[in-house]
């Protein structure tokens, strides 16, 4: 009769036992407490139709992920005018976007051109539900580049540095950039350094990196994280009055990232250095890595992932 009653009594228990913990949600067999240290939020991670983009994506995803999160990975969507409405809407809740230009999609004339100043600006624009995070010293936009020799030679850091320049300056970049507002003229109007100008048809490419290791130009217009700069050992020299618009690297979030989220990625972005993800985008067009691959090593190099 005893071991009889065991066997009935037991089961009662643990009915018991699971009608309580239908109420509380927990593991009903499990001998310790709901702590609540697991993000419960999954965060819709998107990216533009753009390797280096893609990289910084990862980048996020991954360390979110490292702190427990669920990462939904919408990458390579295509350009602002696809992407942005889908954030408005809540779709997307992260995406790695550029102060200058995203500044530009909701106030199309700013007058702010200066990093600081942009980014505070950019702020004050952005639509309700949505905000910017910290903004990274990485950048991806316009320079003025020169080669390590030619920057060694007059002790160039600085656009303006050019006025010290006493040798006859050339421009190369597309034929339209010579009567748009970073030309030659801009040169001249802002800087006051005068500069002639040869139209070179490749977008800051080969052609143009040739005719600047040949000395037939010594300024070119290229992308800051443009892969080009680290393998040629080119120098961009820094737009120390803004005749280019700031394009710094920023985190554009909904309001439904919450705040330890938030944090996790402002410690991407004060990790990316402007240097950094030049050398990841050399990665990607040199080795062909995947985004995945890239973003891992950075992460584990900057001690922001095991």
Known sequence: MRSMSRRFT?????VSVLALASCGGGDPLSTSEPDGSQPSQTIVVGSQDYYSNEIIAEAYAQALEAEGYTVDRQ???????AYLPEIESGAIDLFPEYTGPLLQYWSPEPEERLSDEVYEALEGVVPDGL???DQSEATDQDSYTVTRAFADEWDLEQVSDLANVDTPLTLGANSEAESRPNGPQGLKDVYGVDAAFTPIEDGGGPLTVKALNDGDIQLAIIYTADPTIQENDLVSLEDDKGLFLASH???LASDDVDDA???VINEVSDAMSAEDLVSLNARSVQEQLPAADIARDWLA???LVD
């Open 10 to 14: 037991l089961p009662v228990a643990l």
């Open 75 to 81: 990458f390579r969507i295509g350009q602002r005018e």
């Open 131 to 133: 905000r910017v995070l």
């Open 249 to 251: 690297v920023v985190p």
């Open 261 to 263: 989220a938030a944090s």
């Open 301 to 303: 190099d900057e001690g």
